[in-house]
Nanobody, 123 residues
Framework: HVQLVESGGGSVQAGGSLRLSCVVS????????MAWFRQAPGKEREQVAS???????FYEDSVKGRFTISRDSAKNNVYLQMNSLKPEDTAMYYC??????????????????WGQGTQVTVS
């Protein structure tokens, strides 16, 4: 049974930082891509960053230089360090695995494994 559980969201002021964590169980992800997506009210779920066994593979343009995706294979965790947060970063953030047929970049279409999300609010 594959389970992804996110944590670390919260409310911060613009310019602040948060670190999101995703604990993965029931899934050996070391050879596969993992990603963070986000979805703001009224908007589509968008890919923010992804990482494979060699390191980060994708950052959405608006987060480049501010967000960093990383993983701890020993703990089967994936992280998203978010710095210099802006109000437009406000969204529900989701951890994802195997959402794009083995690729590291792909839109949300319901495939794969997803966590329940963690809310990030920047004011």
């Amino acid at each position: 049974h594959v389970q992804l559980v996110e944590s670390g969201g919260g409310s911060v002021q613009a310019g602040g930082s948060l670190r999101l964590s995703c604990v993965v169980s029931g899934y050996t992800y070391s050879s596969y891509c993992m990603a963070w997506f986000r979805q703001a009210p009224g908007k589509e779920r968008e890919q923010v960053a992804s990482i494979d066994s060699d390191g980060p593979t994708f950052y959405e343009d608006s987060v480049k230089g501010r967000f960093t995706i990383s993983r701890d294979s020993a703990k089967n965790n994936v992280y998203l360090q978010m710095n210099s947060l802006k109000p437009e970063d406000t969204a529900m953030y989701y951890c994802a695995a195997d959402w794009a047929g083995g690729n590291c970049v792909g839109p949300y279409d319901g495939r794969g494994y997803w966590g329940q999300g963690t809310q990030v609010t920047v004011s």
